[in-house]
């Protein structure tokens, strides 16, 4: 069975930093961009916020905004930027016939109710009979107390009409990786000849923070570059609202079709390394020597976390290999979880397409890039688990 060759046609881009992947090239490509910072709101903890976003460009109807929760219409937006990018959006016949692999969390929890069920439950003693009541009059029948995961890939469904096949992972950074996997492997093995793929994250929600501080992961502070917050007060993270989709074809397909292809889209590699075990700096290393990267001189879109155990082993790794020059773009957009790989993937076709390597986004640290990227490599090395890699290279 021949494998079918998998190119990127379409690609949404939402971020602190603006909208779209023109919008982004042009602020990456600017040497010493400053990032966009919000310290105030959940201090002691920085994030990089969202930009004035008019969702009646892409979510038409008020009443299915409404429905929808921050993170919802962020993921549905930024598709369809990437369908309207690849000319598909629109197209009944195209829409019809595209599969859809989703990553996405568990979804912003109502933090109203929360508080409404827990001061109920100061002068109640039958709390599961609170609860109950709790759950049948202040959500909507469809929800729980967090939101279901695959809801995003319904919104991209009603809204979009892509009404294909669809998969939703779920598992922060490994979920974008397992995504992007599967889609090329589909594509590849032609079960599909288009594939929308992507997520969002929406970490202006205080639940969304949480998650991350339970643990220790969160920098605590003044903002420093991702690479440079190694023994810092916290946990080094810092976090930012985004969401990236790609549309992934046929080469043949998009051909077909007449549309402009970004870059092919070479291996997607993963692993889940035993971290207690001091496995990550090995599993790091293997996932690069199995990426067969080429010769000479090799941008790297780094989706370094910051957080310390992982963002430490990547640099370890990286910094071994002469030839590499990494770009921790986290520095500029914060760490967007699901959506982080899905956007590394679109960072590096960007910079295929154009021909030009972006700048050092922390110039102390990253090592300068001097020639034409022809292959990009995109990583995401996740904070607390999973590891994934892609190769990107010349259409």
């Known amino acids: ?31 010493g961009r400053e990032p966009v910072l919000e310290a105030s709101r959940f201090s002691p903890y920085t994030v990089h916020p969202l ?6 460009l892409q979510i038409a109807k008020r009443g299915d905004q409404r429905q929808m929760e921050t993170w919802q219409r ?13 000319g598909i959006k629109g197209n009944d016949e195209l829409c019809t016939t595209m599969d859809m692999v989703v990553a996405a969390g568990g979804g912003e929890r109502d933090e109203a109710v929360d508080a409404d069920i827990l001061a109920a439950s100061e002068s109640r003693n039958d709390r599961d009979v609170l609860l109950n009541e709790k759950l049948t009059t202040e959500l909507r029948p469809t929800l729980f107390l967090a939101q279901l995961s695959n809801l995003l890939a319904g919104n991209i469904s009603i809204v979009h009409k892509v009404t294909g096949s669809s998969r939703t992972f779920m598992g922060e950074e490994g979920a974008g990786v397992a995504a992007v996997e599967t889609a090329a492997a589909r594509i590849r093995s032609g079960q599909s000849t288009h594939i929308l793929v992507g997520g969002a994250f929406q970490t202006e929600h205080s639940d969304m923070l949480l998650g991350y501080e339970l643990a220790g992961y969160l920098h605590r502070g003044p903002w420093r570059p991702v690479w440079q917050r190694q023994g810092l007060d916290g946990g080094g993270v810092v976090t930012g609202s985004g969401g990236a989709f790609l549309v992934l074809e046929q080469r043949e397909h998009a051909i077909s079709r007449g ?28 996932l690069l020597r199995q990426a067969a990267l080429p010769n000479g001189e090799l941008l790297t879109i780094s989706g370094a976390s910051g957080a310390h155990t992982a963002t430490a082993a990547e640099k370890s790794a990286l910094d071994a290999n002469p030839a590499i020059a990494a770009r921790g773009f986290s520095t500029l957009t914060g760490h967007m979880k699901e959506a982080q790989f899905p956007f590394a993937v679109a960072l590096a076709a960007l910079a295929v397409e154009r021909k030009a390597a972006y700048p050092a986004f922390d110039p102390a640290t990253e090592k300068p890039f001097n020639g034409v990227p022809r292959t990009v490599l995109a990583t995401a090395i996740g904070y607390h688990q999973f590891e994934g890699m892609a190769l990107v290279n010349v259409a």
């Open 51 to 56: 930009p004035e976003i008019d969702w009646n």
């Open 1 to 31: 069975m021949s494998s079918h060759h998998v190119v990127i046609s379409g690609i949404g881009l939402v971020s602190s930093l603006g909208e779209g992947p023109d919008a982004h090239w042009r602020k990456l490509a600017q040497p």
């Open 74 to 86: 962020l993921g549905t937006y930024a598709a369809g930027m990437a369908l309207d990018d690849a």
């Open 259 to 286: 549309r402009k292809i970004y870059a092919e889209l070479g291996p997607v590699i993963s692993g889940r390394a035993k971290r207690r075990q001091g496995e990550l700096d090995g599993e790091i290393a293997a």
